[in-house]
């Protein structure tokens, strides 16, 4: 006997992307921004966070890093300007600016983290602050 599965298409990543760009205008010239996609794992000092900027130099990527806020921001250029005589046809690549800034649930030790890039893929290890302890007031 064959089991009945529940489909739920707000799960579906597909589904999701389609609504997403369903109203959106398609550009001819100039691709969209993609963003900055990033995996966040936590470990007992901290987190571990690697960011896809494919095509960007390490000198053009800022991370900063504001309590518990951090932000990854990075200046996409093309990667050949067209040659004179030259007519472009179709230009895909994003260039501009891109960025990513989100909250983690503890404030972050910024000058203990560290940041690495290669190969397209930024590494931050981002040590938490120490949990400082609660003063006790004595009610005069």
Request: no cysteine; charged share 30%; net charge negative.
């Amino acid at each position: 006997m064959a089991s009945l599965q529940i489909y739920d298409p707000f799960t579906d990543t597909a589904v999701e992307t389609l609504f997403r760009n369903f109203l959106r205008p398609e550009r001819g010239d100039r691709a969209a921004p993609q963003g900055i996609r990033v995996d966040v794992a936590e470990n007992d000092k901290g987190y571990v966070v690697y960011a896809e900027i494919p095509g960007v130099k390490k000198d053009e990527i800022h991370v900063a890093i504001e309590g518990n806020q951090v932000t990854v921001a990075a200046e996409v250029k093309p990667l050949v300007a067209p040659a004179e005589g030259t007519r472009v046809l179709r230009t895909e690549r994003y260039n501009g600016n891109v960025y990513r800034s989100f909250t983690l649930p503890v404030e972050l030790d910024e000058t203990s983290s560290e940041a690495k890039y290669d190969n397209g893929v930024l590494e931050l290890h981002l040590v938490k602050k120490p949990a400082t302890a609660g003063r006790k007031l004595t009610v005069q």
